[in-house]
């Protein structure tokens, strides 16, 4: 397991030699390199690691007013039990200056937006310093423009008001209004102008989210899940009979951010683990669309196998307590591809202690890089897990003691997978191992390929462009 550190100086040259580097000691300042520590304990924010943030002055509509607008909706029809919108209740939060967000699952589990701009909204005298994101008042001055709309809240909104619709573009979609307006705003202001929007982070923790202007906001840097439902054409999608690089890209690891999901289970400590009495479980869908076609395929070789619990689930309070008594009673949790390559299922199981155990041939995964996945999760191509008693024996034959150093290392990074940040609002200082944080960090990672980026547009003469070389995968 590794994380990055800027001391790899003292590590790797000697004294002697640190002179003659000093030219090059910059680059190692801003892309550190990796120790032996799988998280550190107690950390101290690394001052080397400073991403100046502008916030775009969007009117609060699109953010804390859009929260304070969905507390007065009526209950979200398509969950049985909507916990934010009892009968009778008072809408007591549509009155806050920073509203909670939603309890409801359907929205909680893509409420990045809500935690990042937290920690911006937060004043400088509470941060206590562990934020790598530090706010300034001028556009010219950052290093990246944070868009301040809740896009996954506002489209998420509208689904529960009128799923059939959401696609459309149509007067009635609410949705794709506000992105509309919202891009009308940043796209005239200076600041998008100077760069093309290559430096502007959007937060796209639903695949939904900003859906009919994924090509307005292709430049900028994404903050998304996965790829799933973007498009990526490069050389591959013409099997290798091209040799154009890139046609078009919406998303690249090499601009874009992977971002968790925020985890629905409640973190179970390891000094509270108990013995496991099942081999594997997994609750949700059967069915489902595209890469998720293997779900069906995975459910029905092994539902009948012993040890293996495979569940239907719904989105309410029943199907999350039995999800809580489901991982913490098994060794193993599924984690097949969707109808995108991941879910939130994966970081349940990571704050339940139990050991993924991903079919996603397709999948990014956050702070890949930061961590290593392989040393707390079992990775299973598509193929070998619809061999028949394949992925049973396979999971049978790993060691007790190889699934408690994987259970060991899952309750190490779980504060990696951490939003929230325990402070109403959100207004309050962040765990510098959080997962607010840890997106800093690789946005911050990205700045000196944008500051590249914008600077080679700016000197091109009129009439001229910059083909597309890079090949990003």
Known sequence: ????????????FSISLICLLSVS????????VPTTTLIPQNTVQDSAFNLKVFVSELPRSYNYGLLQEYWSLPPDNRIKFD??????????????????????????????EYWLLGDLMTPESLRNNNSVAK?????????????????????????????????????????????????????????WIRSGGRDHVFVLADPMAMWHVKDEIAPAI????????????????????SNEKIGHTQVS?????????????????????????NLLFYKGA???????????????????????????????????????????????????????????????????LCIPVIVSDQIELPFEGIIDYSEFSVFVSSNDALQPKWLV??????????????????????????????????IGPIDPNGTVNQIWKKIYHKVPMIKEAVTRNRRKPPGTSIPLRCQCT
């Open 253 to 277: 690891l090499i601009k874009d951010v992977i971002v968790p999901y925020n985890h629905l289970l409640p973190a179970l400590q390891l000094s509270d683990n108990q013995p496991r009495h």
């Open 286 to 352: 059967k069915h489902r669309q595209r890469g998720g076609v293997i779900r069906a395929k995975l459910w029905s070789m092994l539902e009948h196998e012993p040890g293996v619990v495979m569940e239907e689930g719904v989105a309410d309070e029943t199907g999350r307590q039995q999800s809580i008594k489901g991982m913490r009673d098994s060794e193993f949790c599924l984690h097949p591809a969707g109808d995108t390559p991941t879910s939130c299922r994966l970081f349940d199981a990571i704050q339940s």
């Open 135 to 191: 706010r300034v008042s001028d556009a010219k001055d950052a290093d990246v423009i944070f868009v301040p709309f809740f896009a996954a809240l506002s489209c998420e909104m509208q689904a529960s008001i009128d799923r059939r619709i959401i696609t459309r573009k149509v007067d009635k979609n609410e949705d794709y209004r506000r992105q509309k307006e919202v891009m009308d705003i940043v796209t005239n202001s200076e600041a």
């Open 25 to 32: 000691s910059f680059l190692y300042v801003n892309n550190s």
């Open 393 to 426: 024996t396979h999971l049978q034959n790993i060691s007790k003691e190889q699934r408690e150093e994987y259970r060991k290392n899952l309750a190490r990074v779980q504060p990696m997978f951490e939003y929230d940040n325990g402070f109403p609002g959100g």
């Open 83 to 112: 916990p934010d919108h009892l009968p009778g209740s008072s809408r007591k939060h549509s009155n806050k200056e920073f509203p909670p967000y939603p309890n409801n699952p359907v929205h909680t589990q893509y409420s990045a």
């Open 222 to 241: 994404l903050l998304v899940v996965d790829f799933g439902g973007w498009v990526q054409i490069d050389a591959k999608a013409s099997h290798g009979n």
């Open 1 to 12: 397991m590794v994380l990055l550190s800027s001391s790899i100086h003292t590590l790797f």
